[in-house]
């Protein structure tokens, strides 16, 4: 049973345009969550966090926002470029020392 | 820093054969993770150390795998005998502390069992 998902595969956005990826988890435990992009034949490298006391958390073009009641959250980018074509992975982690727990992923491509 | 150094960075090995796995953390993580990347399941955590001690191998898909860590620099992920569905990418990754902090990534080893 996945307790992370990510529901499109893939996205394809116009480079300047915002790329929205989505997440939805069904662990109410869950209370840290990140988001990871990799490029192909490298491992993934880490983007940005949120803590289950904000909404949201913003660094540069890159902002995540976090529903808890829909427990789902999302990353924005804006303006997309073509460098962020890449494989999106949302995780999430409990309180302490436990693993992240990972998403499928969503393969977002900008195109110029 | 280095980061996180997996190796080989790919295999090829016929199935039925010894599959060893590498991976040095990241200087001064007390806790490492084994993960396997396949087009299904998408990047499942096989198992986990903190400092050196296994927590959870509940991921680990059967008795042919083993992983081991003898020490805070080294781990080993061992599969024997190889079939080809264990073809993947397996990645390492360390982390320093507790779930907040963050989880690096080596390269990873791209495996193809023939």
């Known amino acids: 049973d996945q307790q992370v998902k990510q529901n499109s595969p893939s996205l394809s956005v116009q480079e300047g345009r915002i790329s929205i990826l989505n997440c939805d988890y069904t662990?109410?435990?869950?209370?840290?969550f990140l988001w990871y992009k990799k490029y192909p034949a490298e491992g993934p490298t880490f983007l940005i966090s949120i803590s289950s006391i904000k909404d949201k958390n913003e660094d540069g073009r890159f902002t995540v926002f976090l529903n808890k009641s829909a427990k789902h959250l999302s990353l924005h980018i804006v303006p997309s470029q073509p460098g962020d074509s890449a494989v999106y992975f949302c995780a999430a982690s409990e309180t302490g020392n436990t693993p992240l727990v990972f998403g499928k992923g969503t393969r977002l491509s900008v195109i110029a | 820093d280095a980061g996180v150094i997996q190796s080989p960075r790919h295999e090829v090995t016929e199935m039925g054969q010894e599959v060893t796995l590498r991976c040095k953390p990241i200087s001064g993580h007390n806790s490492l993770f084994w993960y396997r990347q396949t087009m299904m399941r998408g990047l499942e955590l096989l198992i986990y150390?903190?400092?050196?001690?296994?927590?959870?191998d509940s991921g680990m898909p059967e008795d042919r795998f083993s992983a081991k860590m003898p020490n805070a620099s080294f781990s080993t992920l061992k599969i024997q005998p190889s079939e080809p569905r264990d073809s993947a990418v397996y990645f390492c990754a360390s982390r320093a502390g507790t779930s907040s902090e963050t989880q690096y990534f080596g390269p990873g080893t791209r495996l193809l069992v023939l």
């Open positions: 150390f903190n400092n050196n001690v296994p927590i959870d």
């Open positions: 662990n109410s435990m869950f209370d840290y």
